[in-house]
């Protein structure tokens, strides 16, 4: 009786809070967030590419009991979202759309984990504020994050997971809640290397704060080696070549400038990733805000020194020191991927300020813009200065596919941006080539009797394999951006 008596409570308390004006608030940001995902579906920012083709492929192979530990032809990656993807492509086949949903739910997923770490730490009602927030923005996270990159969406669940975890166990650091905390420590490292930066500061805070969880010890290590259990198994069969390649201290320097600018304006949405282009065109005034959120930083992270919000003052002031020991996050300082990890965190951090309505409004409000500017500069530009400065397949490539059944081609090679999106837009019908991911399409090409040669049109004027091959007798065929090299 008495539970009936809660749980109608609580129901009242739900309804109660979906018709105020807190709400309609939260509503509202959910469809924002939704319609900024269908945006970035359609437009020209959601054209899929060979490394999301990849994961669909990797799906495909796993349906039939093909499965791997990483992404293919990586050392790092792991294949959970692959796993949590089969069911959708074994109900519905496999398309663009089913792939997608995945990355979607789990970061729908962290932000009702963002709002029960924020319940924990920020309190009522910025901790709901955090979590709509987290939904609509940061601007990269909804182009990234719609995309199925692999890992890059079990960055930011593993992020906000181990957040919870930890502020539980200084609530009460029994055996099965640091046991817990292990087991989702070793998934997440299996999955995602670049959970370290977030799980080392995590597990140092929570040792600070409530050091009995130490005696516990003997559950949660067993339990992180069984989570990281597939990592371990792979890299003593391949020598540790999953471990990452330090940088030297001048590498170390130069990422951690990288970070301070321009990947954290990105992030925040004061630049547009790609190409820089700033929010707000005045760079003094960029400047006063980017100096303006430091010093709300340090003036925070002195204030709540001895809360529990200070498990995110220091999870973000460690963060950068840990991430620039790999050399791998400084090959890459067009785009702010490298940072999503972080972003739960972030949007706990700023979320802190609305604790009254019209305040979350306005916050919220404005958040919604920034990903909206930011979101349009993108898809202006990602045709033309495309991240890894190569051009991009279209996302209807029904001409190339007709052109290569009309020259009876099921067996090609061909440059990597177009290979993998050919091998998944034709559920593997046609065979496209590229030893960069999966040897086994490699044999099958060369196996074939008859085979031809695929590349994008504006990279052939000068190349010497073309011209090799038009003297062995392959006929050059034109189908917009791509040239196909076909046999008499």
């Known amino acids: 009786m008495a539970a009936a008596v809660t749980v109608t409570a609580q129901l009242a308390r739900v309804r109660g809070l979906a018709l105020s004006r807190w709400g309609l608030l939260f509503g509202l940001a959910g469809l924002a967030g939704l319609v900024l995902r269908v945006w970035v579906h359609l437009a020209t920012m959601g054209t899929p590419d060979s490394d999301e083709a990849v994961v669909g492929l990797m799906v495909r192979h796993a349906l039939h009991g093909q499965f791997t530990t990483f992404y293919w032809g990586q050392a790092y990656g792991g294949t959970q979202e692959v796993f949590l993807t089969v069911p959708l492509f074994f109900v519905w086949g496999s398309s663009l759309i089913a792939l997608r949903v995945v990355p979607v739910v789990l970061c729908a997923a962290a932000a009702l984990l963002v709002w029960r770490v924020g319940r924990r730490t920020i309190g009522e009602p910025a901790a709901g504020v955090a979590a709509a927030l987290f939904w609509i923005w940061p601007p990269y996270n909804l182009v990234w994050l719609t995309h199925q990159q692999n890992a890059y969406a079990s960055d930011v669940f593993y992020c906000s997971l181990l957040l919870l975890l930890a502020l539980r166990i200084v609530e009460r650091p029994d055996a099965w809640r640091v046991g817990l905390f292990g087991l989702v420590l070793g998934l997440a490292f299996w999955e995602t290397l670049q959970i370290v930066p977030i799980a080392v500061p995590v597990i140092g805070w929570t040792v600070w704060k409530q050091p009995r969880c130490l005696r516990s010890l003997w559950a949660a290590v067993p339990l992180a080696i069984l989570g990281a259990l597939p990592w371990i198994v792979w890299n003593l069969e391949h020598g540790w070549a999953s471990l990452m390649v330090r940088a030297n201290g001048s590498e170390y320097l130069h990422s951690l400038r990288l970070l301070a600018s321009p990947l954290l304006p990105m992030t ?7 190409t820089g282009q700033l929010l707000i065109p005045s760079r003094a005034l960029t400047w006063l805000l980017y100096v303006g959120l430091v010093a709300l930083f340090a003036y925070g ?4 020194r001895r809360s529990n919000v200070s498990l995110l003052y220091v999870v973000a002031a460690a963060f950068p020191f840990v991430w620039a020991i790999s050399r791998r996050v400084s090959s890459l300082s067009a785009t702010p991927r490298f940072l999503i ?4 965190v972030l949007a706990l951090l700023v979320a802190q300020a609305a604790t009254k309505y019209p305040r979350a409004a306005v916050l919220l409000t404005l958040a919604c ?15 033309a200065v495309h991240p890894r400065g190569v051009p991009v397949a279209p996302r209807d490539l029904s001409p190339l596919i007709s052109a290569l059944d009309r020259l009876h081609l099921t067996r090609v090679e ?18 496209a080539a590229n030893p960069m991911r999966y040897p086994p399409y490699e044999r099958l090409f060369r196996a074939a009797p008859r085979h031809g040669y695929v590349f994008f049109r504006q990279n052939t004027g000068s190349s010497t394999f073309a011209t090799q091959l038009e ?3 392959y006929h050059r065929h034109f189908v917009g951006p791509f040239v196909i090299y076909a046999p008499s």
């Open 471 to 473: 003297a062995r007798g």
């Open 268 to 274: 925040f949405g004061l630049r547009t990733p790609l």
């Open 369 to 383: 813009v920034v990903s909206a500017v930011s979101l349009h500069r993108i898809d202006i530009d990602v045709s």
């Open 301 to 304: 992270a002195f204030k709540m």
């Open 341 to 344: 990890v972080l972003t739960p």
């Open 414 to 431: 061909g440059d990597y941006w177009i290979a993998y999106r050919l091998d998944f837009d034709t559920r593997e019908r046609i065979v």
